[in-house]
């Protein structure tokens, strides 16, 4: 499948904030709502609801290009970049059931037809729903960083995840990867280094915030204004 990644926005960094996500100032945090990966994935099938099954393939089945984002949490960035790239589609995959309904519902009430979001288990889908090349970007955006060694396996980023995002992206797509944790943007770099031909980290300059919402997550917006650092990196495949 051949894809003109020109106007993609894995090659826009830059991105206008939505007003209407300004009252979502919540942090992804597991709750009783919002359970951790581990208890998630013991409840549930990789789809929350089973019909979503169709519902991603035929979305993602398409010549448009299609962008997808792991760990879409109350959705700043999907929002955001699916307003501003009207034909480009994308994909929001979020563990907690909750927030991928909200926003699922928040978009087709303000009138964005070229997002989805599916509640599910994103390792598992892009493994087993997502054909090869058929991918212009992939975004992972702060995710959770497991700090205790002994699970640190159940990152996202594992050696399989990787794998499998340079099998789906096109050729000269793009994957955005960014973290508050040195560790694991260190650790993740070197695994794809190590396991991966894509070509990179390229550096991704920090844009100034023109006003409070201006970030490109919720995540990054707590992290820059708490005055730490936020490790960005992006990553194309030849």
Sequence with gaps: MQHDLNNSVAKNEQLEP????ESLVVD???NAENPPLDSAAKMRDRFFDPNDLNRFRNWISTETLVELEIGSGKGLF?????KQNPNTRFVGLELAGKYAIDCQNRIDRIGIP???FFAGDAVSIIDQDVPDN???AIHVYFPDPWWKSRHKKRRVLSEQTVRNIERTLVSAGALHFWTDV???YEGTLELIDQTTQL???YFVSEPSASHDMDYRTHFERRTRQNGLP???SRFTKS
Excluded: C, I, W
């Design 230 to 232: 936020v490790y960005r």
């Design 18 to 21: 939505s007003n209407d996500l």
């Design 78 to 82: 999907l929002t955001n970049a699916a």
């Design 114 to 116: 070229n997002a989805k």
């Design 182 to 184: 040195l560790d694991y």
């Design 28 to 30: 992804n945090e597991p």
């Design 134 to 136: 058929s991918l212009a």
């Design 199 to 201: 070509q990179g980290p």
